[in-house]
């Protein structure tokens, strides 16, 4: 059965970091571009960073330059690396396959705030 299971997530002051992690089983996250995906309070789920097969990445603009997007292939692992969070991070965070999306997990949740 494929799964994926996202970790990681917490709660932060404004300024402060976390690094998310997508755990995958039954499937080799390598083979597929993979996106991180968050989904606020009453809002949809947002597209936030992709990284393609080939380690090309993309952010969306409220996250670039702040969060970083990583394999780790040695371990069937997506990483999202979180600096400078503000109040409007949070979120609830999911990874999926980028083009081929599978049913979504349960994420976790990423809270700012003073």
């Known amino acids: 059965q494929v799964m994926l299971v996202e970790s990681g997530g917490g709660s932060v002051q404004p300024g402060g970091s976390l690094t998310l992690g997508c755990a995958a089983s039954?499937?080799?996250?390598?083979?597929?571009?993979m996106g991180w995906y968050r989904q606020a309070p009453g809002k949809e789920r947002d597209l936030v960073a992709v990284?393609?097969?080939?380690?090309?990445?993309h952010y969306e603009v409220p996250v670039k330059g702040r969060f970083t997007i990583s394999r780790d292939s040695a371990n069937n692992t997506v990483w999202l690396q979180m600096n400078s969070l503000k109040p409007e991070d949070t979120a609830v965070y999911y990874c999926?396959?980028?083009?081929?999306?599978?049913?979504w997990g349960q994420g976790t949740q990423v809270t700012v705030s003073s």
């Open positions: 999926n396959l980028y083009s081929y999306p599978l049913p």
């Open positions: 039954g499937i080799i996250l390598s083979s597929y571009a």
């Open positions: 990284i393609t097969i080939g380690g090309t990445t």
